[in-house]
């Protein structure tokens, strides 16, 4: 039996408890699974989500969550700048904790949690469910295997359009307190695929940009901008491989893009989240008059595909890649192997992301370490 | 308090049971779901699911589903030919019952069921769930607009590859007492489509086809395929519009494919399954010079998307579309307005069905009714 | 030296005549072209052409052209109800004829000049170049190779949309004295197709629809229209294989489809004449987790492309179709083996769509033979 | 009466020839154009192309090509290093140049040329066919319309895989004394496109990286490769725009990939040369339930199209794109304004390139002026 407590009720917090409640039917193994504690700063909202999400308890104080004794792990849905509280008193708490990325908007906040984390001997996990999907996961074998030879160049590029709008009003995401921009929003998210698939990043030199440099106020006034909407880097990783990494907020007509390209010796992979239940592969073992993309649809051998549907190509969503990061979180929790990113390697990806703006600052190339 | 039974453990009764599980959480709405009693034909694996599907009783014995009074609604998701009796036992024990499709593998046993949910004035729903996915809603909503105008043209292909190796053995699926084949299998899926955009088909002229005359049998023999792979139909639709429908479980390559093609005076709309998450528009509004197939991404917009993920393009997978049918179903029990195909119109699906088998053995055109 | 003669000076005599200017620098074998008399009704614009498209002598008379004593072989590309008077004129003047599709409006017109051509012993080809590209040969050759095993089962559609307007005048092509509709004017192109790839087609079931019954005309008030915009036929080949073939000239957002599945026992082939320069092929020989269609651009390794470009990817033209076309009819006429459609060939296209259209008549299977 | 000549009978030579054989053709107008004297190190395979490609006389000797009194204009399509000596005498000779590009290996020579090309009075163009497409030439006009609004950030690659085979031996593209690699090789391509669209470039900051360090020689041992395939490049515009530019010779499953991302205000356009007969365009004047990406098929209404084929979707090729620019560089020796890149801008490509090198030699950002 493993106990949850949950803290946030928001569009991350709605997927946590969807996960909690369907790991179990999904992969038919594991403890069972009680949706003990139920946490949100307003209790009347507590209340009625705990009844929506199948939580037992509910409770105004998170840290009623945490200390509930019949909670075995947290998680921690609520905005960055509360994470680093939370998650460091859970831990202490002598919980399990599973938090959403990022881990804080200071560097040095982040390393408090990995530095807790690794103190309490607990499992600390993070929620970059991206390198969850069965395309990534497979991809992942793949390279492994070499299918593509030796990895030699890299692209990466996540753009939405939600802050496009040049008419949209200046709100908090616009100041300098709230971090540079999309650099802080987005880089995490490519960042944590290229961790998964290829490993740590050595150097940087990265540029920003503003696409409006001002926007208007509720009162009627005008206020420049200090955030940037986009940010373009050139990457050498520690493997050696170069290649360039790219998020933009701001790009009109991208919704949910995180496309990959992958060049190595003997062939090349295509990803993009947009179509997750598919990617593309470019192999020189086929005859040279019938190389192409192949365009590959996810499937039950693709694992765990098979864990949801039967079927090939009838798809997973979203909401599915929290379905089996929770189950590699069960895992790791009862001690096997998983495939996580945990606080000591999401601490690697919010330094690569800080070097970053400490390239551009200095306008000059960065190690990260 | 909604009481909910489940009767069959394997793909669609897990999806049942996920979707039972999640539904409230989504949507956040409706009574409390109860997962009361689970009946499985093995008593073993009825209890070992019952507990992986958070159900409260398992038993192995289909009745003790329909009989437990705690039981308000009835999950049938067994073969074809279980579903008749079960149905109809359910419906008359007072049971709400939502089944999975076909209705049966005959037409009389089918009837027979209308006729019991029309007697028993309780809700009794069929599992097409293609029918509930946003795009096809928003397509449907499209339509009614009459943004593409008044629709003159209609082309639907259903086409998966599980049968198309000609290695694989022969077994139950190619003996006539299966049913005709492909048209069986899947005519059903493109036909719930139709229905739902454009109402009922009214002539056919039906062609079928075996790719495989015959197949090695695990006695190392040969035996006749009696069944077809593939038919291919002239249709009329009872509101003049003229078009085809195809189907194909021999299509190498082909994973979960259902094309739409719909012309209209206006413009056009494709859509395919296997890129759910998706659809393409053309509006001659749009400048002559601009105009062209807009891909367009399902979104919040697009309901009930943003029940699930409230960001764009981040995509839903196959079991949300039960998800969303069990909210359908939910709704319409409590005696609202609900998207669903009860059997009364899951009748004039199979009536369809028939009518394309009498067509291709009589070698022409066929009224439906 | 090959002396040219070219009627007509629309389109296809362009058309014509780009090819003509260019076959010998692009393939670099061959006699020398000498284009030696255009014939266009209008003498004045007989000049004006004859001036641009670089032949030495004009006429307002066809006779004079197919009656040049240095004209070896003539292109006719006037409307289709020209195309028997003149074919045949040429044939029996000695001279080699390049005929635009359809060969006539009526079957026997047709066999008159199938019958002239035999006579003659001369050649006789028709212009169906989408039988050219580089894509097609190729799925032709891999088709010979058996890479997707034995072929089960076809389908083509070929969808335009310049008679998708509603408010577009009733006009010539709206009346039954220019044929059936779709299928003249369009189902010849797909038929040269499964021609070339597959054979004859044996048996035809068709349907035919009018979008839209009646049209404006010039004076304000409302005609009925008499032909057909779409046909959708069942057919059988001759070697067995059963499929569909779709013709629609009202289907808006289409510009110049031509959408070709060819499903076999080890694996599909796709290809779209939109996007002319690649093809999609799916083979079973690839290992199970990697299955997938590859887009397979064309490239100098696809016969003929290499003698246009030396790089892959960098795309052919419909124009340059007309070019290898003409390259095939000169290989013909030096004697050596060809890619063709000669008039043989061409009248049993010819018959297909005739009894295609008798099919529909008569609400039945026909026997094209 | 326009008299041409023609140094070089290469891939590029015949594609001159190509365009000068069908430009009157194709578009109807201008002067007559008169295939005088072809140019070509070896005077055998001079003759012979000569007859190939329609020219009246040739010469082994390229000096003679230029100095024909009835030469009005050179095509010069041979190796880079001969660029600025045959441009220049031709120039001097008093004949208008058209170039292959780049203009030359290194900068100075191309001042050279640009500069004599200023003194002469003479028209001199390079071949920057890719501008000419009809997809960039419409895209250009909705630029200038705004249809996407003010453009805010740009990203531009061109990949191919001519080198990505590890295996391939080392050959003079390896040795530094070809230049720096992919860099001369291609980046002038989309930089071309980025002028045409959106004019010059201020800064840049680039990498460049070597996917094989070494290779093997024919005589069987290893030598270290001196270029480098790719380069990324961080880049400002003159008009304040930040973006990407990204070029490798050694992407495997590329084979002309040109990609381009341009995102404004109000929408954004993206077009790969590998599928250049479309583009897509999304703006956010759709409403938003249906805003996505319109793939745009090329048609007459896109200039200048129609002049190649009357009807929409049909496609041009790579060879057609030559004869657009044939006719440009005719209607501006007419002294009319035409769609070109003269000497003049070419050297601000140029500049553009050796400054990328400059910068990564120096690993900071460069001020191209």
């Known amino acids: 039996m493993l106990g949850v407590g949950l803290i946030g009720t928001g569009f991350m917090g709605k997927c946590h408890a969807l996960a909690w409640n369907s790991v179990r039917a999904v992969f038919?193994?594991?403890?069972?699974?009680?949706?003990?504690?139920?946490g949100e700063a307003n209790e009347n909202l507590a209340v009625e989500r705990a009844s929506e999400f199948g939580f037992r308890r509910a409770s105004g104080d998170w840290?009623?969550?945490?200390?509930?004794?019949?909670?075995?792990?947290?998680s921690i849905t609520t905005p960055n700048q509360f994470h680093p509280e939370m998650a460091i008193a859970a831990l202490k708490a002598g919980k399990h904790v599973w938090c959403e990325?990022?881990?804080?908007?200071?560097?040095?906040?982040?390393?408090a949690m990995a530095a807790a984390a690794a103190q309490s001997g607990k499992v600390a996990a993070l929620g970059y469910n991206y390198t969850q999907g069965p395309a990534i996961r497979h991809i992942r074998k793949l390279l492994d295997e070499k299918i593509i030879g030796e990895v030699n160049h890299l692209r990466i590029e996540m753009d939405e359009d939600f802050m496009a709008d040049p008419d949209?009003?200046?709100?908090?995401?616009?100041?300098?307190?709230?971090g540079y921009g999309a650099l802080d929003d987005f880089a995490v998210h490519p960042l944590s695929l290229l961790f998964t698939l290829f490993g740590r990043v050595s150097r940087v030199m990265c540029d920003m940009a503003?696409?409006?440099?001002?926007?208007?106020?509720?009162?009627?006034?005008s206020r420049a901008v200090e955030t940037y909407d986009s940010a373009s880097v050139l990457m050498h990783m520690e493997n050696g491989v170069a290649g360039t990494l790219q998020v933009n907020r701001s790009a009109w007509g991208r919704k949910g893009r995180i496309a990959l390209q992958i060049f190595g010796s003997k062939?090349?992979?295509?990803?993009?989240?947009?179509?997750?239940?598919?990617?593309?592969?470019?192999?020189?073992?086929?005859?040279?008059?019938?190389?192409?993309?192949?365009?590959?649809?996810?499937?039950?051998?693709?694992?765990?595909?098979?864990?949801?549907i039967p079927a090939p190509g009838h798809g997973l969503g979203f909401?599915?890649?929290?379905?089996?990061?929770?189950?590699?979180?069960?895992?790791?929790?009862e001690g096997q192997a998983a495939h996580l990113?945990?606080?000591?390697?999401?601490?690697?990806?919010?330094?690569?992301?800080?070097?970053?703006?400490?390239?551009f600052k200095d306008q000059r190339w960065v190690d990260v370490r």
Chains 1, 2, 3, 4 share one sequence.
């Open 168 to 178: 949209a009003l200046f709100y908090w995401k616009h100041e300098a307190t709230s």
């Open 267 to 308: 062939g090349s992979i295509l990803f993009d989240q947009e179509r997750a239940n598919e990617f593309q592969l470019y192999v020189t073992s086929d005859r040279p008059t019938e190389q192409g993309y192949r365009t590959i649809l996810t499937a039950p051998h693709h694992e765990p595909y098979g864990r949801f």
């Open 210 to 221: 503003k696409p409006y440099a001002s926007r208007k106020t509720r009162d009627g006034t």
């Open 101 to 111: 990325k990022p881990m804080a908007p200071g560097f040095a906040e982040a390393e």
């Open 341 to 359: 990113i945990e606080f000591a390697d999401g601490l690697e990806i919010e330094r690569t992301v800080h070097a970053m703006a400490r390239s």
């Open 28 to 38: 038919g193994d594991g403890p069972d699974i009680s949706l003990v504690h139920l």
């Open 63 to 74: 840290r009623e969550v945490i200390n509930d004794p019949q909670v075995d792990v947290v």
């Open 319 to 333: 909401n599915d890649l929290k379905i089996i990061e929770c189950h590699e979180l069960i895992k790791r929790i």
